[in-house]
């Protein structure tokens, strides 16, 4: 059961904007001067903050709402009709049609996808007229997933924190209220799953509450609602669900197969360990232009001329056009960033200037990193899905930060498809060619170095699959490396991945070491 205003939308984008009109036509309709501060207060909006606080608008219904004013006008020296007449005259929605003024506390809609998935009913009690919410729910597409809708102008229904709502709904679902959550902003969503009986309350930090409001009567306090699931779902069922950046981690939309048993076809394993650029992603698109804006700052800020010096130590070829093998390829951002500051520091830049020089344009050129990614082939989404669809699990091992593979897999699709990830940027994870991240995929996913592939297109990426002993390492020639050099090191060599569930799945030959066709770009 949730709570909407705060919740599922953010109070403070609907509901400030609201409070300040409604109190500019009340001080208009009464003709009362100066009486703006009282209005608020009653309201419980905080004009210094310019935000609204736990209080009658983020907890009372309109009608509530109406009757503090009325007592407030009245003790104002005016009649009660009079103002009772004024304030239904004046009253309003809140704008479900502004985009500005309603906006999502996440994705909501994958969200509730998740939670049906598993059988999970949704229902919502909200103080809100059932106008407004109405509509809102209709502009963003969630009235049908909701089994059941109160509202606080709803006849048969009493205010929060009564239990009298959210005993209805169960009543009305054939739910056990022990078997029911409330998920709310407000204090009073908490005392109400209390009242209930409900087996949790859990109060998120998305709209009015604070954990010191909350804590007293939650059971939980996440940051917002799409924390909840780990609380509500079995371990299993909520783990794949999330992708993760550096600090958080956000939801992703269950692939169709998520509750499909695997198949029963024949494959040479049950893990693949993608490598990212060269192999997934083009970064011959991205890295000749980050190096290029890279050298022209670094000229603008040091008057230095470093183009052919930095091009050969982050290694690019001759004319910048193209990456090779090299620290880009292969490394880590912050091993790319240590070349740069040593070369620094070799032309007289002292230390600590150099480090601020490299991370300041680093750091400008961060929009050509975070540019729209070329993928090698174009039906990569394709391909992780039928890997899926016969039980092989797939994980992708970069040097690069997690921040940019997240937005790369997103806007590829890819990132519902992965079951780990690890980035240059983790606490514990090493560089290749060492073995070391392999085998932490393979643990953390519970399968055998024996039963994975490895698949990238440098050397360091191959031999990192040696290093952990995987049953086979496949060399791709669409990034840094030719054939030459892979083949002392891949038990199979292929164009690109655009076939290579043939070649996982054994449906095409895999004692041939040697490409089919020409390196592709």
Known sequence: IFDKDGTLICFHAMWTPWAKKIVAKIEEATGRVGIQDKIYDVLGFCTKKQKVMPGLLAEATSGEIKDEMTKMLVAEGME???????????????????????????????????????????????????????????????????????????????????????????????????????????????????????????????GVGQTGDLLPHADHVVNDIEDILPLILPYEEWKSCYAYSPYERFLVEPTENEKMEASSKKSMADLVVFDLHGTLICLHRRYPKFVEFFCSRLKQMTGLDLSEKVNRLLGLNKDATRVMHGILSEGTSSEAKGVLVEALRREGIFYQEAIMIVNQIWKEADFILKSQPSPICPNIEEMFQKLKNNGIKIAINTGEPREFVISDLIRLGLSQYVDMLICGDDPISQPRPSGHNTLLICDELKVSPSRTVVVGDSIGDLQMGQSAFVQKKIGVLSGVSSEEQLKNYADHIIPSISNICDLILEKGKTTDSKPQSQKED
């Open 80 to 206: 009660e009709s009079e103002v009772r007449q004024i304030l239904d005259s004046v009253w309003m929605e809140g704008n479900a049609k502004n985009p500005e003024e309603m906006k999502k506390l996440g994705d909501l809609e994958t969200l509730f996808k998740i939670l049906k998935m598993n059988n999970v009913k949704i229902a919502l009690i909200t103080s809100d007229n059932r106008k407004g919410t109405d509509a809102l729910l209709d502009e963003l597409g969630l009235t049908k997933y909701f089994e059941h809708v109160i509202c606080g102008d709803d006849p048969d229904t009493e205010p929060k924190p009564a239990p009298y709502n959210a005993l209805k709904i169960c009543e009305k679902l054939g739910i056990d209220p022990s078997d029911a959550v409330m998920v709310g902003d407000t204090k009073t969503d908490m005392l109400l799953g209390k009242s209930a009986k409900l087996g949790w309350s859990v109060g998120v930090l998305s």
